[in-house]
């Protein structure tokens, strides 16, 4: 994966009944159009995209790194070097700062909560069939890291900066059914850490949630599939 980009690559684009995207379809729970052509630059993107970035990028280089030492001033520097200077894509100048300075303290407390944990996967977006589903899946994982408890298990964790019901449950569905293809087990943990708030949303999927969220994911496949519930 390269360290600027955290989508593994820019997959080809498919029409939504060949692959459900992960992103295309938190937009389209906010009724938000896709982005035009060449929006991928930062100069088209929301200040909140912009933070979600930049703390990627910052916590890529300082997970990925082989110490677990010092990683307060790991981040530190990965800030200097990482953090997007597009000040004006937010409310002010001082909007910029105080949110930069908000997120970093909270990345920082993240960090620390992560000491002992090894990433199993870190940022990584993988495209999977689901025959449940008769099409690709493409999902992107944050984080993914072995339990440190008795029962062991895999706790899947992701990065927000929106906080909507829709978005999380979302979120919580896709990745229940997503995680048991991928590994055959089903999720210890799945939690969802807003950068914004601090606020962390925790689910813990059993076998009898499976088929509710397959189902759930039938309902945004044919809403993806309606003329009017396609975000262009």
């Given amino acids: 994966m390269k360290q600027d980009e955290f989508r593994s690559g820019d997959l080809q684009a498919m029409d939504p009944l060949v692959r459900l995207e992960d992103d295309a379809m938190e937009r389209m729970l906010r009724g938000e159009r896709r982005p035009a052509s060449g929006s991928r630059f930062t100069a088209g ?61 909270r990345m920082s407390d993240y960090v620390e909560r992560l000491a002992g944990a090894v990433p199993i996967v870190l940022f990584e977006t993988f495209v999977h069939y689901l025959p449940e589903l008769d099409m690709e899946v493409k999902q992107t994982f944050h984080l993914v890291l072995q339990e440190e408890t008795d029962q062991g298990g895999m706790a899947v964790h992701k990065l927000i900066v929106d906080e909507s019901p829709e978005a999380l449950e979302l979120y919580a569905h896709m990745t229940t059914v997503y995680f048991r293809a991928l590994y055959g087990v089903m999720p210890s943990r799945i939690e969802a850490v807003s950068l914004l708030t601090g606020n962390v949303y925790q689910w813990r999927p059993d076998e009898a949630d499976w088929q509710t969220s397959v189902d759930y994911l039938q309902v945004i496949k044919s809403m993806l599939a309606a003329p009017d519930g396609i975000a262009h």
């Fill in 45 to 105: 993107k929301p200040w909140k995209q912009l933070v979600l970035e930049s703390a990627c990028a910052c916590l890529y280089d300082v997970l990925s790194g082989g110490s677990r030492t010092g990683r307060d001033a790991q981040l530190e520097m990965a800030v200097i070097r990482r953090w997007n200077r597009r000040y004006e894509r937010f409310h002010s100048p001082e909007h910029y700062l105080l949110t930069r300075e908000a997120v970093v303290g």
